[in-house]
């Protein structure tokens, strides 16, 4: 008996020492932890590195007419530029996954988006991107993103398509969502 | 959306799961518990299913391929709809309503959004794989729009008796069937290649690091879109489309001997 005691005892002080090891090897991992979650569910302000995005130091807005649609905002490759309505009042909603299938026209720090033809100058501004971690390029607040299935220049695949949580529009000159066809 | 609450958007710091697994992994050192350890690996012999805080993540790969599980599914329901629609036969529309919409938010709208943000990118500029990828974004949007497309039929008459009558409702249900037989044909060997070529692609081209924090961004998106248990949610929907078409006995796919 008088030899279970200090063993006992040994027991307890090791597992006491073991529970305090595993809290601190927690609390240590959390804090060292590269996906601390930022504003918006990214990194914070250095952006979401999993997405790999790149923001450019010039982007270019342009116009194109696309058939069945009219005349459209796009990039600098002629690539359809789109917006989202959740997007209302200035802000970036499509993040993450989202933002694999429509990437952002994303714009380095400081830098500002120029009108090419038939773009209004006065209605280009910028907003920070959560994804980029750069800013995002904006058309009448609206925040500008591509589609992934646009995989030429030319087209407007994700024209009224339902996804994300809301419906997406090519963008045209005026500032409004083109919304006559499909 | 990206804003619900809860989400990893909330400013609140999270411990991951692979945090918890590290934390759990300093009590068993501390511990000296070797049988406990070899759960956390998923080696030993004891089985090692009765501590529950102790839940591998899977990889970015076997969770993609879990979530083509549940396309598979929809697949056959699709097919069975579509069997239906050449027979002449009731469509039961709230079952291929449901599937669609499985589809439009959990296939179309998450999974492949996971591989265009995370998967494709990081294998584009790869000239073994870019033409493949390309071919996989525009079957992804070829998708979408048959998804948009069975949705606005799906909500029409899909009875017997549209078919028995000529009109618009039987235009409809051929409509439906040649946009069901497409999905299907496209989407089988589409998730047979990511299967096969894709998600090997990717692990051999990413380092173990970002492929664990690919694996938590994958587990925390779904988590943030659909919930907590959202795989079970989901396959429990998936499970209602089945009731609904007679899919649900998984017996009867079995060949009599």
């Known amino acids: 008996m008088s030899g279970a005691v200090p063993a006992l005892a040994v027991a307890v002080v090791a597992a006491v020492v073991a529970a305090l090891v595993a809290v601190l090897v927690a609390l240590l991992a959390a804090c060292g932890s590269p996906k601390a979650a930022g504003p918006n569910g990214t990194n914070g302000p250095a952006g979401d590195a999993l997405l790999q995005l790149p923001a450019p130091t010039q982007v270019v807005v342009q116009t194109r007419i696309v058939p069945g649609l009219g005349t459209v ?9 789109y917006m989202f309505s959740p997007d209302a009042r200035s802000r970036v909603s499509c993040t993450g996954s989202c933002a694999g299938t ?7 720090k400081g830098s500002t988006p120029t009108a090419g033809s038939g773009v209004e100058a006065s209605q280009l501004g910028t907003l920070a991107d959560p994804n980029s971690g750069a800013d995002i390029t904006t058309y009448a607040r609206y925040p500008l993103y591509r589609y992934a299935g646009d995989v030429s220049a030319g087209t407007a695949n994700g024209q009224h398509l339902f996804l994300n949580g809301g419906p997406w529009y090519a963008m045209s000159p005026d500032g409004t969502p083109v919304v006559a066809a499909e | 959306m990206n804003d619900s609450a809860g989400s990893i958007n909330s400013p609140r710091r999270r411990v991951s799961r692979r945090t918890m697994l590290f934390g759990a992994g300093g009590l068993v050192i501390g511990a000296g518990v070797t049988e406990s350890a070899n759960l956390l690996t998923g080696s030993g012999s004891s089985g090692g299913s009765d501590d529950s805080a102790v839940v591998a993540v899977p990889s970015p790969g076997e969770e993609l391929m879990t979530e083509h599980g549940v396309l598979k599914r929809i697949l056959l329901a699709y097919r069975a709809c579509s069997d ?18 499985l589809v439009a938010d959990y296939v179309e709208s998450f999974h492949e959004g996971l591989e265009e943000a995370y998967v494709f990118p990081r294998l584009r500029a790869d000239s ?18 048959l998804t948009a497309g069975i949705l606005a039929v799906a909500a029409g008459d899909l009875s017997a008796r549209a078919a028995d009558v000529p009109g618009p409702a039987r235009s409809a249900r051929t409509a439906l069937k040649t946009q069901l037989d497409q999905f299907v044909r496209m989407y089988e060997p589409h998730e047979a290649w990511e299967d096969t070529v894709v998600y090997p692609a990717l692990r051999a081209a990413t380092s173990g690091r970002v492929l664990n924090e690919l694996a938590e961004r994958f587990a925390d ?14 396959v429990q929907r998936v499970a209602g489309v089945e009731q609904q078409l007679g899919l649900a006995d998984l017996n009867t796919f079995t060949p009599n001997p």
Do not use: K, M
């Open chain 1, 73 to 81: 905002l796009t990039d600098s490759t002629g690539h359809t530029l």
């Open chain 2, 128 to 145: 073994r794989y870019a033409a493949l990828i390309e071919t996989l974004l525009v079957q992804h949007d070829r998708g979408r729009h």
């Open chain 2, 84 to 101: 239906r629609l050449a027979a002449g036969a009731d469509v039961p529309a709230g079952a291929l309503l449901d599937g669609a919409q």
């Open chain 2, 221 to 234: 998106e779904e988590n943030r879109q659909f919930g907590d248990a959202a795989l079970a949610r989901i």
């Open chain 1, 102 to 108: 429509w990437p952002p026209l994303a714009v380095a």
